[in-house]
């Protein structure tokens, strides 16, 4: 019963909040798109790809956003969510580990956050979105 | 009424809200202009990320680059 109380406020909380968090980082990639690739271009490994992340990251990020606001699909939106912000989390780490000067290509007012901050914006996002997997999990079996 | 608030308008607010801040941020986000002084071009204008303090000198390949088109102003490698 307890169970059935946290299922039903931890999955949508977690939903929405990451459906708040990727339309504005899309949307803030989307409107200064040259901005946006000209720092993906500054960045270590990235460079060579820039073109093709420039549309990929944000288009990820809506199409997440849009598996999440799903109720059949938001399990796999929380996956997927819990992916992406590993790649980023461990993009940083690596970029940090280096000795390169970090421009940042983050969206909006989080490019304001330092970069250990960052870690932990995304790691606290990627914790919600695991406990609410965990929970959607127990709840169909 | 309760479930069609939770399963529509919420997330719509959500994300009208998210657009929302991301015009209200948008100056916030966008890159500064620097200025470097190419040796046969003069003074040029160019994108940055570039902040005022720091340690290690932001350069445009072998050029420094500056805030201010009078190269009075250094700018520096963000570092983290």
């Known amino acids: 019963m307890v169970s059935k109380k946290i299922y039903r406020t931890l999955v949508p909380t977690a939903s929405l909040l990451l459906v708040l968090l990727f339309v504005y980082t899309a949307t803030s990639k989307l409107l200064d798109l040259d901005t946006f690739k000209w720092r993906l271009a500054q960045m270590p490994h990235l460079s060579a790809h820039a073109d093709l992340l420039q549309w990929g990251v944000p288009f990820s990020e809506l199409t997440i956003t849009g598996l999440l606001l799903s109720p059949k699909f938001r399990t796999l939106g929380l996956y997927a969510s819990f992916a992406l912000l590993g790649l980023f989390t461990i993009y940083i780490i690596a970029v940090l580990a280096s000795d390169h000067p970090t421009p940042c290509s983050c969206g909006g007012i989080i490019s304001t956050l330092g970069w250990r901050e960052h870690i932990l914006f995304n790691g606290a996002f990627m914790l919600m979105a695991l406990g609410a997997i965990l929970q959607s999990r127990r709840q169909t079996k | 009424m309760k479930a069609k608030f939770f399963k529509l308008l919420l997330p719509a607010f959500a994300i009208i809200m998210a657009v929302g801040m991301a015009f209200a941020t948008e100056e916030a986000n966008s890159t500064q202009t620097g200025y470097y002084d ?24 072998q050029w420094q680059v500056f805030k201010d088109p009078a190269l009075t102003i250094p700018l520096y490698e963000r570092f983290e």
């Open chain 2, 38 to 61: 190419h040796p046969i071009l003069g003074v040029q204008a160019i994108p940055t990320d570039c902040p005022e303090t720091g340690q290690v000198l932001c350069m445009e390949g």
